[in-house]
T-cell receptor, first 117, second 116 residues
Framework: AQKVTQAQTEISVVEKEDVTLDCVYETRDTTYYLFWYKQPPSGELVFLIRRNSFDEQNEISGRYSWNFQKSTSSFNFTITASQVVDSAVYFC??????????????FGRGTQLTVWP | KAGVTQTPRYLIKTRGQQVTLSCSPISGHRSVSWYQQTPGQGLQFLFE???????NKGNFPGRFSGRQFSNSRSEMNVSTLELGDSALYLC???????????????FGPGTRLTVT
């Protein structure tokens, strides 16, 4: 069975602080994809990043960076110098690379990030 | 390129009624998935349609059904509404075929359903 755990329910930081959102996943498949989505108050899920299971290279995009470690089944997300506009719920998700559940995303429960000015 | 659109955005229904929600995927995308989001259960997968066929189904009762048309637009229907069906219903589109790697799913703005 597939499972995604985001242990942090809520995080509050002050603007300009760095913050890391944790994500731990479980799957027996060797081919899978990991995602992070942002959900602002408007409700729409906004895609942030996709990584496949064969590429453990960390990625940086502006103030965002992602650390993927297969050895610990983790895919953590760091926001550097946080801003008020980063306030949202962030979801980590897992998608298998093959099989009957190909089109399904398994989501974590989400982490509510609040950035105070 | 236009994004995923969902109609209506907000809906209020009473218990026992039925409701139909609509989703138009991104042009060229043939897979549409539906998710239910509630504070208690989080984001839960309902079903996925690809080329007018249901390809995958989550653990929801038979009151929840869907379909997909030849233009890839999809509808989901909930019959005999219950209070617990109040939720944000999100649809997502992707290519979904073997010619494209399993890429990201693009989500619509959702339909907020309130059952009273």
């Amino acid at each position: 069975a597939q499972k995604v755990t985001q242990a942090q329910t809520e995080i509050s930081v002050v603007e300009k602080e760095d913050v890391t959102l944790d994500c731990v996943y479980e799957t027996r498949d060797t081919t899978y994809y990991l995602f992070w989505y942002k959900q602002p108050p408007s409700g729409e899920l906004v895609f942030l990043i996709r990584r496949n299971s064969f590429d453990e290279q960390n990625e940086i995009s502006g103030r965002y960076s992602w650390n993927f470690q297969k050895s610990t089944s983790s895919f953590n997300f760091t926001i550097t110098a946080s801003q008020v506009v980063d306030s949202a719920v962030y979801f980590c998700a897992l998608r298998l690379g093959r099989g009957s559940t190909l089109g399904r995303l398994y989501f974590g429960r989400g982490t509510q990030l609040t950035v105070w000015p | 390129k236009a994004g995923v659109t969902q109609t209506p955005r907000y809906l209020i229904k009473t218990r026992g009624q039925q409701v139909t929600l609509s989703c138009s995927p991104i042009s060229g995308h043939r897979s549409v998935s539906w998710y239910q989001q509630t504070p208690g259960q989080g984001l839960q997968f309902l079903f996925e349609y690809f080329s007018e066929t249901q390809r995958n189904k989550g653990n929801f009762p038979g009151r929840f059904s869907g379909r997909q048309f030849s233009n890839s637009r999809s509808e989901m229907n909930v019959s005999t509404l219950e209070l617990g069906d109040s939720a944000l219903y999100l649809c997502a589109s992707s290519h979904g075929d073997r010619d494209h790697p399993p890429g990201e799913q693009y989500f619509g703005p959702g339909t907020r359903l309130t059952v009273t």
